[in-house]
């Protein structure tokens, strides 16, 4: 059977991506958080793909069509940890721990 948290370690960039939008979405999951935009030495068009990634894995959610407010140089509030992205998160920490 395929475990789709294998990939997962501390240190590939999907990891942490992961882990920052599951790090705050363990105070409230419901809010929406700002976009990253900037991670590690990633360029923009990696950073895309990475949050594709979390997209089409359904450890995200998107929400770009109707944010609150506008910011220069952020998407704010348009991306969100689902349960399933925080069950895969610590899943993922647990291996390493083990």
């Not at 109707?66 to 969100?80: D, E, L, Q």
């Amino acid at each position: 059977m395929f475990d789709e948290t294998e990939e997962l370690d501390e240190s590939t960039p999907l990891f942490h991506l992961l882990r920052h939008y599951a790090e705050l979405g363990v105070a409230n999951r419901e809010a929406w958080q700002d976009r990253v935009m900037t991670l590690d030495e990633l360029g923009p068009r990696e950073l895309s793909r990475l949050h594709g990634e979390l997209i089409a894995r359904g450890w995200v959610e998107q929400n770009t069509g109707a944010t609150p407010v506008v910011k220069p140089g952020i998407a704010a509030s348009c991306y969100r940890i689902t349960t399933h992205g925080l069950r895969a998160y610590r899943k993922a920490r647990e291996e390493v721990s083990a």
